[in-house]
């Protein structure tokens, strides 16, 4: 008699290890569709990153020739304001007398320059209490009361070291890294 | 009803376009369509072995060093290159410095503002630069080349059937206009002006033969000679670079991807086949 | 709806219970796609194309939605961002070629699932409605790929949708402002590129709403099969999972290793070169043609060359182009056969297969240049095509002797295997 179920024979072999055997190719199936679906989403992930074009303008060039003592300017690195500031000797000397253990975030100025070269101040322009783009660097500009940078978002000052002495931010202004290709000129990233 | 008016609109369309098909029948016996330069003279690209070809292809870096060498030397004075970044470059094996030398010596400047004054300006162009354009734009393009704008090379190879052996075959094919057609077709005499190549599309083009004598580009020690031949082969493999430069990621993630799928759709045919053992279909 | 015989979703965990209790969503799963599905048991592998059809789609909203965050709907701009894409985008190459062979997949895909509905007669009663949603589906597809192929501001994109927008500039009195308004231009410009960039961005999630009713639709009569004779009993059919789960994961399967081929090793294959040169409002290629999947309707539309009285060829070829279409709409109350599959009719099954070289003929001239002897050969194939629809069909319908018809799809199944129907296996009516 026909029935559209397998016979008795085809039922036995579903015993034991025909059972497991059986099991383990539709696992084994599935995994390896998974498997496949998760590889996939890489790609899809990975397209967000920054393209080749946006990492091409990683690094900045600075010319330092044209900044006289007192000034600063502001130019652009990874599309975010870099602040550069060729301090007097008097901001040196205010920002040396300063007790680094009464700071919020530790550090000299010999630390956050490189040496011999403590007159130029080169950091990102931007507050780290929640990114907007502090006052002082134009000519002009509120400094704070500890004549550095103001943040006018939250009232974050910061000093002639651009180190954070009132206000919410928890750091100092970041140092990018940057190296002096000759004596008048950095290269940023 | 419905069938009483499908079998009218039928009727319609069918039947007229039965009449129209008559029409043109009787006009292509009567009148048929004369025969043209451009039909009977216009060849296909000729073959030519590239590294690139197939599934396993890959670009040869010293061809495509060379084939710059020759679009720097001979094409870059007049056509732009402007989807390509000096950046690339260093998919040639050309290292980060000498990328750079490029770019700075490049005989076209980027233009710029000046940052003191803001009047237009140019500067070297750095690595993150596209390839500058040799023309400010299509009016002056058209005006220092007989009326005829150079187009950007960057997609030619793409842009073009049979790309690659379409570049290499126009930049071969110039020759004096075959006797039998001025015989056969006195009035497509190539214009004044126009140079003869019969693997442009209407015969005639406004480029005079770029690559003319062996040796025109100096090739480094070690490559081959440099015949009107192989310059022409080598920049048709660069510009194929230029137009497609992930094709070698793109044959490679795709040998990793097929073999993936070959398994998996074996292992998908036999859970399939499992699934089914029991049930009759 | 459904059958009686299918299984009820039962939650096996408490967290499955209590949603279950709120909010059904794997109860409904279940049923339209699980083991709560009775599928006839004989389905081919044509019946594989309407998953592949679906799979299909979230390719192209995945990989498009991908493309629209690298694109910039400007004329200034638009073929720029494209190569952008191509070049600078961390695996952007491989997103634009899967999206633009994707919509070739999808076409390929679901030309096979509207030939087999046509074959075994899917669309007559009580299975009309998914017919008509399913045309539905694809005159949204058709319209959604027209301004996807606008949108890399090649030739080809520009001067296929000056082309295609001149369709409605043939209309008496109305079309030209029609033209104007749809373009917002004169020509094919920044406003047509912003417009279709929108609505090529919509239409493919109103796609996806009109396949939910497709296949809400499929669900009340069940899927129809290779016999035409609909279910008895449970012995005719199997659960959807696993059996057709496993069978449409060995489709997908081949599905994307056809696709990965074409990505990976012939990404350009079915493109046209000409839409790698910007667009030029100053120059027409030599020879416009739309991708391949329009080729029938574009042979069709060029077919009519000559005037109807007052009416002017050109209408009449946009008025053939558009009825060629909308016929199908018509077919179920056309071929009003009672059997429906071509395997009991043997005379329809003849002009089936003549009708597929037709279209096949069509193709191929639409896809070549507007000489002779193409229009002469596409007038010809075009006449085929109204009548094989509209006169054919219907004449068929009435005169056919059909071949004797399996008293189930367990005969049916049982037949092949050699062997005749077991007492118990007749349905207990």
């Known amino acids: ?116 070269k403590k007159q130029w101040l080169i950091t990102m322009g931007v507050c780290t209490h929640l990114g907007c783009v502090p006052l002082g660097a134009g000519e002009g500009e509120n400094k704070g009361e500890y004549g550095g940078y103001f943040c006018p978002c939250h009232g974050s000052s910061y000093d002639t070291a651009a180190r954070i002495r009132k206000g919410p931010a928890p750091l100092n202004l970041e140092v990018p890294p940057y190296s002096y290709t000759s004596e008048t000129a950095i290269l940023v990233g | 009803m419905v069938r009483i008016g499908a079998f009218l609109v039928g009727l319609f369309f069918s039947g007229w376009l039965l009449v129209s098909f008559l029409f043109g029948a009787v006009a292509y016996v009567s009148d048929p369509p004369a025969p043209t330069a451009e039909k009977e003279f216009h060849l296909v690209p000729r073959h030519v072995a590239f590294s690139f070809d ?117 930049l ?66 660069f510009l194929t670079w230029a137009a497609e430069p992930k094709m070698e990621t793109r044959k490679s993630a795709g040998f990793a991807v097929l073999l993936f799928l070959i398994i998996a759709t074996g292992l998908a045919y036999m859970s399939y086949r499992n699934i089914w053992a029991d049930e009759k279909h | 709806m459904s059958f009686p015989w299918a ?27 699980g083991g709560g599905y009775p599928v006839p048991r004989n389905l081919n592998f044509f019946w594989n194309f309407g ?80 017919w008509l949603l399913g045309l539905v589906i694809f005159l949204l597809m058709m319209a959604t790929a027209f301004m996807g192929y606008v949108l890399p ?54 796609i996806a709403a009109v396949v939910i009713l497709h296949i809400w639709a499929l669900h009340i009569p069940g899927s129809s099969n290779p016999t035409g004779v609909e279910v008895k009993g449970p012995q005719d059919t199997v659960p959807f999972h696993p059996y057709y789960t496993a069978k449409d994961g060995f489709g997908a399967g081949v599905f994307f290793i056809a696709f990965a081929i074409m990505v990976y090793f012939a990404p350009n294959f ?63 109350w056309l071929d009003t056969s009672p059997v429906r599959s071509g395997r009991y009719r043997p005379l329809f099954r003849k002009f089936y297969w003549i009708l597929l070289l037709d279209v096949l003929v069509l193709g191929y001239c639409g896809g070549a240049p507007a000489e002779e002897p193409f229009v002469m050969i596409s007038q010809v194939a075009a006449a085929y095509y109204f009548a094989h629809f509209l006169i054919i069909l219907p004449l068929i319908a009435a005169y056919e002797k059909p071949l004797p018809l399996p008293g189930s799809i367990t005969e049916a199944v049982l037949a092949k295997h050699g062997e005749t129907a077991a007492p118990a296996a007749v349905p207990a009516e």
């Open chain 3, 153 to 206: 501001w090649g030739q080809m994109s520009y001067w296929g949708a000056k082309v295609i927008t001149g369709l409605f500039g043939a209309i008496p009195v109305v079309g030209e402002p029609i033209q104007t308004w749809l373009l917002g231009g004169f020509a094919p410009g920044n406003a047509a590129l912003n417009r279709f960039f929108s609505l090529h961005y919509l239409l493919p999630f109103v």
């Open chain 2, 54 to 170: 197939g599934p396993l292809g890959h670009y040869d870096k010293q061809q495509l060093q060379r084939g710059f060498q020759v679009f720097k030397e001979v094409c870059s004075a007049c056509h732009s290159l402007k989807f390509v970044a000096f950046r690339d470059l260093e998919a040639l094996g050309y290292n980060e410095a000498e990328v750079k030398a490029i770019a700075k010596g490049w005989a076209i400047k980027t233009p710029d503002v000046d940052p003191a004054t803001g009047e237009a300006s140019s500067r070297d162009p750095v690595p993150a630069d596209h390839f500058p354009k040799p023309f400010a734009n299509d009016v002056a393009a058209r005006a220092a080349n007989n009326n005829a704008v150079p187009p950007d090379l960057s997609l030619m190879a793409k842009a073009r059937h049979h790309g690659p052996a379409y570049i290499y075959s126009l």
């Open chain 3, 270 to 332: 079915l493109g046209h070169p000409d839409n790698y040169i910007e667009a030029n409002p100053l120059s027409t290629p030599a020879h416009i043609v739309p991708e391949w999947y329009f080729w029938p309707f574009y042979a069709i539309l060029r077919a009519f060359t000559v005037d109807f009285f007052f009416i002017p060829a050109k209408l009449l070829g946009v008025l053939a182009m558009f009825a060629s279409i909308l016929l199908l709409f018509f077919l179920p």
């Open chain 1, 1 to 116: 008699m026909a029935t559209l179920e397998g016979s008795a024979d085809a039922d036995l072999s579903k015993d034991d290890g025909g059972v497991r055997r059986r099991d383990f190719i539709n696992i084994a199936a599935v995994s390896f569709a998974g498997v496949g679906g998760v590889v996939a989403l890489l790609p899809l992930v990975n397209q967000m990153n920054p393209s080749a074009d946006v990492l091409a303008l990683a690094s900045t060039e600075v010319d330092l020739s044209g900044i006289q003592e007192g000034q600063a300017i502001k130019t652009i690195y990874r599309s975010q304001p870099l602040f550069v500031r060729h301090l007097t000797a008097k901001e040196i000397a205010e920002a040396d007398a300063v007790d680094i253990s009464t700071l919020r975030d530790p550090q000299t100025l010999e630390q956050r320059t490189v040496d011999g």
């Open chain 3, 7 to 33: 299984k009820e979703y039962t939650p096996k965990v408490p967290l499955m219970k209590w949603l279950d209790d709120r909010l059904p969503l794997p109860r409904f799963v279940y049923n339209a796609v």
């Open chain 3, 51 to 130: 998953v592949l059809s679906g799979l299909a789609l979230v390719i192209q909203i995945v990989t498009g939605i991908i493309m629209a965050m690298h694109y910039g709907a400007n004329d200034a701009v638009a073929f720029w961002t494209v190569e952008h894409t191509m070049r600078d985008v961390n695996a952007g190459w491989l997103m634009r070629y899967a999206h633009a062979n994707g919509a070739s997949f999808f076409f390929i895909v679901v030309y096979l699932h509207i030939f087999r509905g046509l074959y075994f007669g899917s669309y007559k009663a009580p299975r009309e409605m998914i």
């Open chain 2, 172 to 237: 071969t094919g110039f020759q004096d206009q075959p006797a039998d057609l001025i015989a056969k077709f006195p009035d497509s005499k190539t214009p004044e002006g126009l140079h003869y190549n019969p693997y442009f599309a209407n015969l005639n083009l406004a480029m005079a033969p770029p690559l003319t004598a062996e040796g025109q580009v100096t090739y480094a020690e070690g490559q081959p000679k440099p015949t009107v031949d192989q310059m022409s082969q080598d920049v048709a493999a």
